[in-house]
């Protein structure tokens, strides 16, 4: 199964990215094949809609979870019609690596 | 001729100076109109005593896929400017995201399977008063959860249709679209600031903003004798003419917080404010209206 964690950095060291649809990359995690691509987040500037686009862009690869800092409301019943779990991590010192540890414990 | 009554922030006082023109102006017996177009608060028409005369919804075409008919070619998404559309054609997933429409039915002009349809999402509304059988107040009122004011701003004004000498547009605050669609339509432009450092860095932003829109304008300080001098160099510097200044006074303040038209109480500031507006007419009033 696929894992996006949104990044604040382009390595495993990178903090969590509170934001979702403008966080700075996205890390997806495979738990099968244990292997991570790193998208940078072409959605960051856009003036508006950077959360549907960005959901667009994990969906479109197979995500099943998205672990970020926070949701906005308009995408959030979005999210849930296309089966797609949101993790919620208020704290922000977890690096990403953190996170895949923690998600393979 | 129109007026407009805009400030950088909230709470500079700008409802203050445009209820206030209004009455001073209705007292004067001239024919005025004051639009509030404060749509996500507007605050304005309750400091008369009038009876509503109209009320209507302004409304948006957002698009309804149908299922049935969609082929998920993804042109409809290719032509909306706003990421409204979500579309994931490998697995058959379509939405429109209603928030993010803008109702400007590209969508539909793109979808080649008449697989759009279209159906009306309010707003907001536009409500109108009437005072003393000829002075109209019309209020644009968005609904919470909507993106931009700017449709019921722009129904609003259209709204007007009592003859007048003077409308007062009371201008959302801020620097950004619903700003500048209010003072767009107006001939003049009134800021409202405080001589403090927050309402100069407001002022200067504000100023800049109608320079590039070639509007003219003028500027009130309000709660003058608070703060220093740095907003009146700024003005001098900038050749801005300094068309009032509103006194800090706890009197004031009270009356105004309590929904009382000051200028109902001190005759002087009515004056005051009557014979700036009159100014503003007789230098500015001659083009168009
Ligand atoms: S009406 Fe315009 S803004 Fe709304 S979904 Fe269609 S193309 Fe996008
Ligand atoms: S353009 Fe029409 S057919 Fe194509 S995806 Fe959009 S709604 Fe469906």
Redesign the interface.
């Known amino acids: 199964m696929k894992i996006a964690i949104t990044s604040t950095g382009n390595s495993l060291e990178s903090k969590l990215d509170q934001r979702f649809g403008r966080c700075a990359y996205f890390i997806i995690y495979d738990t099968e094949t244990k292997g991570i691509e790193i998208i940078p987040n072409p959605n960051k500037d856009v003036e508006e809609g950077a959360g549907p686009a960005s959901v667009n862009l994990v969906a479109s690869r197979n995500v099943k979870k998205i672990v970020s800092g926070a949701f906005g409301v308009k995408i959030k019943s979005l999210i849930d019609s296309l089966k797609i779990q949101m993790i919620v991590l208020k704290e922000t010192d977890k690096t990403v690596q953190d996170i895949i540890d923690m998600l393979n414990k | 001729m129109k007026i407009a009554i805009a400030s950088g922030k909230g709470g500079t006082g700008k409802t203050f100076v445009a209820t206030n023109i209004f009455y001073a102006l209705l007292k004067n017996n001239h024919s005025v109109v004051l639009v509030d177009c404060d749509a996500e608060a507007p605050d304005s028409i309750g400091f008369f005593r009038t009876k509503i005369e109209n009320s209507f919804d302004v409304v948006q075409k957002v698009p309804v896929i149908d299922l049935n008919s969609c082929t998920y070619c993804s042109k409809c998404k290719d032509y909306c400017n706003?990421?409204?559309i979500?579309?994931?054609p490998?697995i058959k997933?379509i939405?429109v995201?209603e928030?993010?429409c803008h109702g400007c039915g590209a969508c539909s002009v793109a979808c080649t399977f008449g697989a759009i349809k279209e159906k009306p999402v309010s707003l907001g509304k536009v409500n109108t008063y009437i005072l003393n059988g000829k002075n109209q107040l019309i209020e644009a009122c968005m609904n919470i959860g909507v993106?931009s004011p700017v449709q019921i701003i722009k129904a609003a004004i259209k709204e007007i249709n009592y003859k007048y000498d003077i409308a007062v547009l009371d201008s959302p605050p801020g620097t950004s679209c619903p700003f500048i669609h209010t003072t767009a339509a107006a001939d003049f432009v009134i800021l409202v600031t405080e001589p403090t450092p927050f309402g100069l860095s407001d002022l200067k932003q504000s100023v800049e903003t109608l320079k590039e829109m070639n509007k003219k304008f003028g500027v009130i300080i309000n709660r003058a004798g608070l703060g220093n001098n740095d907003v009146y160099k700024y003005i001098k510097y900038e050749n801005i003419p300094l068309l009032l200044e509103i006194p800090f006074d706890k009197e004031i303040a009270a009356l105004y917080s309590a929904g009382i038209i000051v200028s109902e109480y001190y005759s002087e500031i009515r004056k005051n404010f009557y014979e700036m507006t009159k100014k503003i007419m007789e230098q500015y009033g001659n083009c168009g209206d």
């Open positions: 706003y990421n409204a979500f579309i994931l490998p997933f939405q995201i928030e993010l993106m």
